[in-house]
T-cell receptor, first 116, second 114 residues
Framework: DARVTQTPRHKVTEMGQEVTMRCQPILGHNTVFWYRQTMMQGLELLAYFRNRAPLDDSGMPKDRFSAEMPDATLATLKIQPSEPRDSAVYFC??????????????FGQGTRLTVV | AQSVAQPEDQVNVAEGNPLTVKCTYSVSGNPYLFWYVQYPNRGLQFLLKYITGDNLVKGSYGFEAEFNKSQTSFHLKKPSALVSDSALYFCAVRVGDSGYALNFGKGTSLLVTP
């Protein structure tokens, strides 16, 4: 059945290293969201795209984070350099082509990032 | 800014009893409200949403939510809780007018005991 796929599921890296998280949205979905979940902050919206163009990335630290959609089937979130405070679960979600304001998004299972 | 608040970090209920998970909202314009559930080590799953019309919204797994405009609330309810309902529940509201990203509450952990 259709689902959002995120890779890797888990990532442990050393501070200063580059981290790339990948997301395959549901086929046909044209909107992609990146969220970060931590115990302290809960779920935070980092960025989202529609038709591969960034609509809003105001929630993302610009100095080290970048989000792209190289094509309609792949979204990436990169952190360079990574820091321990980036440790969190990163979720990707996608929404359908004809989405309107009350359309729900579909979430992947997340990438659990640990920066040591 | 569009926001929701979940006043309870945790709700405990015995199996078979009714459950309520609370959510209040603050929005300008029409509220588009959602409930999601997160099971351990899983992503968020959509439960239900309020659009317009009926104040009682029915969703997945026997859950429902009551929209109350005067109290600016959107509480999640279930008549009879199951142990398998134990999970983290998030209330959410649509952000802004041009996109449809969501702002989530902090989440409420529901524990249903046998």
């Amino acid at each position: 059945d259709a689902r959002v796929t995120q890779t890797p599921r888990h990532k442990v890296t050393e501070m200063g290293q580059e981290v790339t998280m990948r997301c395959q949205p549901i086929l046909g979905h044209n909107t992609v969201f990146w969220y970060r979940q931590t115990m302290m902050q809960g779920l935070e919206l980092l960025a989202y795209f529609r038709n591969r163009a960034p609509l809003d990335d105001s929630g993302m630290p610009k100095d080290r984070f970048s989000a792209e959609m190289p094509d309609a089937t792949l979204a990436t979130l990169k952190i360079q350099p990574s820091e321990p405070r980036d440790s969190a679960v990163y979720f990707c979600a996608s929404g359908p082509l004809r989405a309107v304001a009350n359309t729900e998004a579909f979430f992947g299972q997340g990438t659990r990032l640990t920066v040591v | 800014a569009q926001s929701v608040a979940q006043p309870e970090d945790q709700v405990n209920v015995a199996e078979g009893n009714p459950l309520t998970v609370k959510c209040t909202y603050s929005v300008s314009g029409n509220p588009y409200l959602f409930w999601y559930v997160q099971y351990p080590n899983r992503g968020l799953q959509f439960l239900l949403k309020y659009i317009t019309g009926d104040n009682l919204v029915k969703g997945s797994y026997g859950f429902e939510a009551e929209f109350n405009k005067s109290q600016t609330s959107f509480h999640l309810k279930k008549p009879s809780a199951l142990v398998s309902d134990s999970a983290l529940y998030f209330c959410a509201v649509r952000v802004g007018d041009s996109g449809y990203a969501l702002n989530f509450g902090k989440g409420t952990s529901l524990l249903v005991t046998p």
